[in-house]
């Protein structure tokens, strides 16, 4: 390799002008041992792309992505997620139905804002509050999974939704990709 | 369908995301662990594909949100900075002891000098220097125009050109 | 030395055997990490006890009366939250199968499950894991005796009761200083 030649195309690189081969070309040059001395300032740059385009992730990365994909699977089996845009309300309530409870149930989380305190472990007065709270937080969520909207009820119904197949789960929901459907004018 | 195409066209891309992430977040760990999420992310969002014009890019732009959050999160709780020297990324050689303390020295300076870049300059150089992807798809990553694309490679390289030669000017002695 | 004091009495609760099948205390063991820390609180039967004594609410004292535990893991950092609802969620379908997810709730950004097993009539387990969508994670488990309908009331019996009653604690507590 001509030492014009690596002299045009380090300019070329400055410049922005090479290709990608032509910039391999330079840092296979970079990488020999007789650079001469007065490019040797650059090597670093070429031998850091070098190491930088060897790294690679692990082999148990698959395993580990294989295995997050298939929990996923299995999460998702469990529950169907019916995406229902409420026009006036202007939130997105999403709607969980659990399989296997017999009756279908619906579900809207409110939202809570949380209290701030210190903890303590031996004040009656803070464990009384910290036991206020959680019991507090409990009974929001169990009122959560009693009280479905009346209005969220009758959207459902009109969806007219074959429960017994969902409830096999062996039909796939494409309700939840196709939103236009579920958008209700009237509420 | 969906899982081929999973396989097929994301998958592949799984080392260029993670070096992606590498080059922001600067620990390995973490860097796995994003690829992870988006990936995950993206194959639990299968119905969506379809309206994702570009899936490649969209992984790519995921992947740098994603490890700017992480670093944002980082800073939030003051903790001991993650290790951004790039302890992972030694380069080990078998020149001599003191050659090789100079390329371990200039290769974190080469790092170093990446983080003094502007978050798209140093996106550029990574997806061009490192990922050799053409102009046109660093743009459409990083939602910039091909020119801005240029420009700012441009000015990263320089950026890293001065610092190597003033390096070199002060730092070392020369060899016979 | 707040830490120390807490860890020591952690420590001791964790060695009882009552607490070594319960959910809060295998998340401490298992999945809680040194760098992102958690807000723990548990509340045995003693200081249950102490609390009938202190509230004033009807519907509290009882709850104290027949609960056994109440405990309590919270995070507001949200990597840490985000980390720790997952391993929540995995240490649940984990290791307490057997309990029943009477609640679920997956939206993108509020995300709940409440899980219950009944051991007897009088004796049941409760768990919750909460991620809200300020990123404040919440576990809390309680056992002993539950009553899910009256639990399910207790919050609106404690709405109405703070509105009506606020001014009447504050006079209490001035009345405490006052004579101590």
């Known amino acids: ?187 | 369908m969906s899982t081929d195409k999973f396989s097929q066209v994301i998958l592949p891309l799984k080392d260029k995301l993670f070096r992606l992430a590498l080059s922001i977040v600067g620990d390995k760990r973490e860097s796995e662990d994003i690829v992870q999420d988006v990936l995950l992310k993206l194959w639990t969002k299968k119905e969506e594909w379809d309206e994702i014009e570009n899936l490649e890019a969209y992984c790519f732009r995921s992947t740098r949100n994603l490890a700017f959050d992480q670093i944002a999160t980082a800073n939030a709780r003051l903790t001991d900075p993650t290790d951004l020297s790039g302890e992972s990324l030694r380069f080990i050689d078998e020149e001599n002891p003191h050659s090789q303390l100079v390329k371990k020295e200039r290769l974190s300076l080469i790092e170093e000098c990446t983080k003094e870049l502007s978050d798209n300059q140093r996106l550029v150089f990574q997806l061009r220097d490192i990922e050799g992807m053409s102009y046109k798809e660093i743009a459409e990553i990083a939602n910039i125009s091909e020119e801005l694309v240029k420009v700012s490679l441009f000015r990263a390289r320089k950026k890293i050109r001065e610092m190597l030669s003033n390096l070199d000017n002060y730092g070392i002695e020369p060899h016979t | 030395m707040m830490k120390k004091y807490a860890l020591a009495l952690f420590a001791i609760c964790l060695a009882s055997p009552i607490f070594a099948g319960d959910f809060i205390t295998r998340f401490l063991n298992q999945c809680v990490e040194g760098n992102r820390l958690v807000n723990n609180v548990n509340i045995g039967k003693t200081m249950l006890n102490k609390m009938i004594d202190i509230t004033g609410d009807e519907s509290l004292k009882t709850a104290f009366h027949d609960l056994r535990s109440i405990r309590l893991v919270t995070t507001e950092n949200p990597s840490d939250s985000k980390f720790y609802f997952e391993k929540a969620r995995d240490l649940a379908s984990a290791e307490f199968g057997d309990y029943q997810e009477v609640v679920s709730v997956n939206e993108k950004r509020n995300k709940m499950s409440v899980l219950i097993r009944e051991e007897g009539s009088d004796d049941q387990d409760i768990i919750l894991i909460l991620l809200d969508d300020n990123h404040n994670l919440t576990l809390i488990t309680l056992s002993g005796k539950i009553d899910l309908a009256s639990l399910s009331k207790l919050s609106t019996t404690l709405e109405n009761r703070k509105m009506v009653g606020e001014d009447e604690k504050t006079e209490d507590a001035e009345d405490n200083l006052k004579n101590p």
């Not at chain 1, 650059?42 to 930088?52: D, G, I, K, V």
């Not at chain 1, 999460?75 to 026009?87: C, D, G, Q, S």
């Not at chain 1, 074959?162 to 039909?171: E, F, G, K, N």
Request: aromatic residues 10%.
């Open chain 1, 1 to 187: 390799m001509e030492l014009s030649r690596i002299h045009s195309l380090l300019d070329k690189y400055w410049n922005c002008e090479t290709s990608a081969y032509e910039e391999k070309e330079l840092q296979d040059f970079f990488s020999r041992n007789d650079v001469p001395f007065g490019l040797q300032r650059y090597a670093p740059l070429f031998s850091y792309r070098e190491t930088q385009q060897s790294l690679s992730l692990g082999n148990d990365f698959d395993e580990r992505l294989k295995t997050a994909m298939d929990k996923a699977k299995i999460a998702k089996k469990e529950y169907v997620t019916i995406k229902i845009f409420l026009p006036l309300l202007r939130i997105a309530a999403s709607v969980v139905l659990i399989a296997g409870l017999g009756a279908s149930l619906f579900f809207i989380a409110k939202q809570n804002n949380k209290p701030r305190f210190a903890e303590t472990y031996n004040d009656p007065d803070a464990a009384l509050k910290h036991a206020t709270f959680a019991l507090e937080k409990l009974s929001d969520a169990l009122q959560a999974g009693e009280n479905a909207s009346l209005k969220t009820l009758q959207n459902i119904d009109e969806m007219g939704i074959d429960w017994m197949a969902l409830d096999s789960l062996s039909v796939p929901i494409h309700v939840a990709a196709g939103k236009e459907e579920i958008k209700k004018e009237q509420l």
